[in-house]
């Protein structure tokens, strides 16, 4: 089964935008009293058994079951019987509320720190309709369920063999809009390796350099609209908060924002597709990127976001039909890609000069190179487990 997400601008009239601006609202209620819940069961079995706190302590009783997302959600149902506010929400976006607390907190038991946040006021900006039985898309409207039927910008077409299982309603700094989760039976099987091999080495002073040479420079749109972000938050700090010139700085710094997100992803779609029109085959660097985002270059390693562009270098991959793969990075800059020597260099040298071979290159296109070598030496790896390596 094949999914995929496409996004399209929707235009609710006042009073649905109201309606879903309170859906939002309730929906964050629901998962800020579930987290806290949560987390009293949880820190009520921290407590000493022979000592109790001179200040507080919990008085949740031992036999109390632990609050898991199935009895959260039967006490949601009995809850919605004498709140009113929640008996106006579709029943399926408050489950989905919960449901989405349930994944956080499973993505940190495998993490094994951090609890998941209190969302604050404005910070809870989507609600999911999980299951649809026909098309909510009639002509260029779009029918909610308690909604109603609102105006979508349908600025490209459904693939055909795709139907909508879910709709996603986001509210950003621009306006609404409603992420269409798109589901097909057939299956497509992933690409296998053939063609021209290309290496990619993802860099701060370059974005890219690829094994062919290549080198895409770093747009840095962040660096870029740091003054202008800067000289609005100066502004907004000198504002009453809640004031309506607050409201409508913190509007505009929620539009730039906007703005350096859209043109990064944009950049990162070209670039993707720039670099699968070259070969049948790319290899990238399987970074540590959270290790990355802690470090000295944190903001700029952030700027460029090379997480989310090798997620769309592998999508853009895997539609056009290029064989992606993942290999190490461990030493990709401090080896010979010609004689394989080992050519210690700290960040401050931008050349590789092999002292061996006495080639010279550009050190991001050497390890694009060591990159694209240990790619094809994985390859042939997998010729030979599938038995398709040819006979000598």
Known sequence: MESMTYTYRIHPDIDQEAKMLDWLEQCRRVYNYALRQRKDWINSRKCRV???????????????????????????????????EFQAVHSQVLQDALKRLDRAFKIRQQRQFGFPRFKKVGRYRSFVFPQF????????????????KMPIVLHRAIPKGFVIKQVRVLMKASGWYA??????????????????PLGIDWGISSFVATSQGELIDNPRFYIQSQSKLKW?????????????????????????????????????????????????MIFAEDLNILGLSKGMLAKHVLDSAPGQFLNILDWVCRKTGTYYQKV???????????????VPKDLSVRIHSCPECHIVMPRDVASGKIIVNRGMAAVEGLAVKLGVEEES
């Open 179 to 196: 992420q269409l989760i798109l589901h097909s039976d057939i299956s497509i099987p992933d690409p296998m390796p053939h063609g021209h």
């Open 232 to 280: 609005l938050q100066r502004r907004l700090s000198k504002k009453q908060k809640g004031s309506k010139s607050y409201q409508a700085l913190t509007h505009k710094i929620s539009l730039l924002h906007e703005k350096i997100g859209n043109q990064r992803k944009d950049f990162h779609y070209k670039v993707s597709h720039h670099l699968c029109r070259q070969a049948g």
């Open 50 to 84: 022979d000592a109790c706190s001179l200040r507080q302590e919990y008085i949740i009783s031992a036999e109390e079951p632990y609050p898991d997302y199935y009895k959260q959600q039967n006490a949601l149902t009995v809850a919605k019987k004498s709140i009113r």
């Open 133 to 148: 039985k026909s098309n909510p898309i009639i002509g260029w409207q779009i029918k909610l369920p308690k909604i109603g």
């Open 328 to 342: 190490d990075a461990k030493g990709s800059s401090q080896l010979c890609p010609e004689c394989g020597a080992d």
